[in-house]
């Protein structure tokens, strides 16, 4: 698939478009005949026609990742071996970086030249734009492309941490995605505790469809490691990715250990007073809350009929497991 001519200005005396009807509500599309099948950019990664956010540390090498997605989707080649259905022309606007920063990156990322994509700096006569522009609209809806920002904060031009103010620049996005675009918007994370995911408003992270943060690992103070943690998906379950780059081969997907299911705090206490047998109320929750389950927790689930107690020392009760072997009745020390 050829990419559409991107236009950087309008044609000299080109006239005005006409105003758009106005949507009658009997006139609206019913939902149940529209075509809802999931497709994919990058299979089981980025959705088409959704809103995609990556943020990360500034030079962990998000910009590295968001290049070698470019080039992948550009030119319909498979991502750390997720498909790529069809080539499809990409615009990435760069609000960030030199063009020196922007062609090494493609030479060690290995893509070629390709009219599919276009990346538009400020080396260019005009600085590029937001998601808001006509040119932008147009290019949308005529060539379904993937739009890249890099990043959140060079085209915003309002109060991160204002959810009116941040919704509404956001809403530019949205407006994309219903015209067929795939967005992907590259943000940064913050230093507090809140904001290892994203900085700024949680309006941010209402907006998109599909979220990633990005950490890396360093080699020789170079590009290294990156793994991509999703931390929402709306269209399907999130993946968490791993990758190795090397200037020979670019990105190459790493296996992602995994993780065993999390147990529920029932079964950590009941694990706990198996294999601790005859424990009292303050080493079970010693040994509890080291596995995340609070005091509170513990207490009310000892109340349960699954449990039982023999008295040791004054008001002292050591449990064990009514299903376990039975311990006798001791006489009560106060009798």
Not at 50 to 71: C, D, F, P, Q
Not at 194 to 214: E, F, L, N, W
Request: aromatic content about 6%.
């Amino acid at each position: 698939m050829s990419a559409a001519p991107i236009r950087l200005v309008d044609p000299a005396g080109q006239p005005a478009a006409p105003a758009t009807p106005r949507l009658e509500i009997a006139a609206l599309p019913s939902v149940w005949e529209m075509n809802s099948n999931v497709e994919w950019l990058v299979d089981d990664m980025i959705p088409r026609s959704t809103v995609n956010l990556i943020s990360a540390e500034s030079g962990t090498g998000k910009t590295w990742l968001a290049h070698a997605i470019a080039g992948a989707v550009a030119h319909g080649v498979s991502f750390l071996g997720r498909t790529v259905d069809r080539a499809t022309p990409v615009l990435y606007l760069d609000g960030e970086n030199p063009l020196v920063v922007v062609k090494r990156n493609l030479r060690d990322l290995g893509i070629a030249a390709t009219p599919n994509l276009h990346i538009w700096g400020g080396w260019n006569a005009d600085n590029p734009p937001g998601p808001d522009d006509d040119r932008i609209v147009r290019y949308a809806t005529e060539a379904k492309p993937l739009l890249i920002w890099d990043s959140l904060v060079e085209f915003a031009h309002c109060e991160e941490q204002s959810s009116t103010e941040m919704r509404e620049f956001m809403n530019h996005f949205r407006h994309l995605a219903h015209r067929g675009a795939t967005v992907i918007v590259l943000h940064h994370t913050g230093k507090s505790k809140a904001s290892k995911q994203y900085r700024g408003s949680s309006d941010i992270k209402a907006s998109v469809d599909t979220a990633y943060v990005v950490t890396g690992q360093e080699r020789h103070g170079k590009l290294h490691r990156l793994t991509m943690d999703p931390f929402k998906s709306r269209i399907a379950p999130g993946q968490k990715f791993a990758m190795e780059f090397s200037e020979r081969h670019g990105f190459t997907a790493l296996a992602v250990p995994q993780q065993a299911p999390r147990e529920d705090p029932a079964s950590t206490v009941r694990r706990i007073v198996r294999d601790n047998r005859l424990s009292n109320g303050t080493r079970i929750k010693e040994l509890a809350k080291a596995s995340g389950v609070s005091k509170t927790v513990v207490d009310d689930l000892l109340k349960g009929e699954e449990y039982g107690y023999e008295r040791g020392r004054g008001p002292e009760k050591r449990y064990f497991l009514r299903e376990a072997a039975p311990v006798p009745d001791l006489p009560d020390p106060g009798v």
